[in-house]
């Protein structure tokens, strides 16, 4: 007779194999709760040799360092590798340290997945279920309400979620009969969360009423993902060949109907990996960019993202979080500037570093020199190569086709209160630092995009 541990084994293995290959290493995200640890115990009988786990400690509990060592000795009992990683949670007012802490967790575990991994997580259907109605309560549209698909990528790698149709009794049941320990995070009672609130405080009465909620829940969440689906097509279809990285044409979105506009920007917005705006959002943002007279330059933004319309086109970046030092031009000092280190600036000004150079550089006697960054204030000249003739870096910029509001975002590197570099466009041949070869040189990336990427018209 066929034991419920052994039909749930054989159900977990079919999903499995659908949805990652034998030939794939699988990483589990180890909580040392219920759920990941039957998890972890069927993958490891179902794909031995090629099973690890990760243990996140967010260190926001007392008890943390205890349930990453609880983690290794429980992976070490069922003979799998376990890797116990601090993740810094950084929180911020007004933002829900759930959703930071899930944010950072899934960051860690991207940087630890090697290269021919996947990652696996214990999700199961009263978490679709939950995930579902929180989607419903806050107004998502099919995107929301798809909830958590069986497989896709999470911050670019792999992940892969095969308990999704398993109800959590089953996963007791399971763990039970096979004798396993694990562990109750008692933050999982706190009722201020909202996904606490739902599974202690709704689920129980509304499962009480209809006993196949969730199963019912992973149905729609199905057919909302197919919509989805096709609202994305749709997406593509109305936008294809008229963006180049987050630069979209103006007049692509002009010749569509209201909700096509809207559902062509929100795509576009995902594509770009960008915060989506909510409904009123959205209008709002299309009427103020949509504008008739072509000589305007209108700007829209929502939380995490800013739109600037110049010259018939939209440009989409991710917003500061702090706007005040995006808008400061005040010197930053850079201390140890020689030491090869790196130097994060914001999201729009990306980050700086010095680097050796064969060709024209600053020279290494200049290392206890003083170093600054700062951007543009006006007035600022320099000569471009040996020999030439002193230029104003206004009209060097605006040959270049620098996009205006790019041009006070440029970092412009200052050696002893002289212009020495501009950003990595150019060197300043009157400084006395620069040399012909063999010196540093400005290495600049991870800013926002500075030329508009389509032919002038």
Known sequence: MVTTSESLLTSTGQALDTLAPRSVSLCVAFSGGLDSTVLLDMLRRLRPGSVRAVHINHGLQAEAADWGRHCERIAHAMAVPCTVIRAQVETRPGESVEALARLARY???????????????????????????????????????????????????????????????????????????????????????????????????????????????????????????????????????????????????????????????????????????????????????????????????????????????????????????????????????????????????????????????????????????????GGEKLRCRPGGPTRELKKLLQEMGVLPWMRSNIPLLYVDNQLAAVGSLWLNHDHPAVVNENGRVLDWRGYSLLQSPFSPP
Do not use: K
């Open 107 to 377: 960051g860690a575990l991207a940087e630890n997945l090697d290269s021919n991994e996947t990652l696996v997580t214990a999700h199961h259907q009263e978490d679709q279920l939950e995930t579902v109605l929180l989607a419903l309560v806050r107004g998502s549209g099919v995107h929301g309400l798809a909830a958590m698909a069986s497989s896709g990528t999470m911050l670019g790698m792999p992940l892969i979620r095969p308990l999704l149709d398993t109800r959590r009794a089953e996963l007791e049941a399971y763990a039970r009969a096979a004798g396993l320990e694990w562990v109750e995070d008692p933050s999982n009672l706190d009722t201020a969360f909202d996904r606490n609130f739902l599974r202690h405080q709704v689920l129980p009465v509304l499962q009480q009423r209809w006993p196949a909620a969730a199963r019912g829940a992973t149905r729609s969440a199905r057919l909302s993902a197919a919509a989805m689906q096709l609202l994305d097509e749709r997406a593509a279809e109305d936008l294809a060949g008229r963006y180049l990285g987050c630069c979209l044409q103006v007049s692509a979105l002009r010749v569509l109907g209201r909700e096509r506009r809207a559902n062509a920007l929100r795509w576009f917005c995902r594509h770009l990996e960008l915060a989506v705006p909510s409904e009123s959002q959205c209008h709002e943002a299309l009427a103020s960019l949509l504008v008739d007279r072509d000589d305007a330059e209108p700007l829209a933004a929502w939380p995490g993202v800013r739109i600037r319309r110049y010259r018939g086109l939209l440009y989409l970046y991710a917003e500061q979080a702090d706007p005040a030092r995006l808008a400061s031009l005040a010197p930053l000092v850079w201390a140890g500037a020689f030491d090869g280190s790196e130097l994060p600036l914001c999201a729009v000004r990306g980050r700086v570093r010095l680097v050796a150079a064969s060709g024209p550089g600053l020279a290494p006697d200049y290392e206890a020199a003083a170093v600054e960054l700062r951007f543009r204030s």
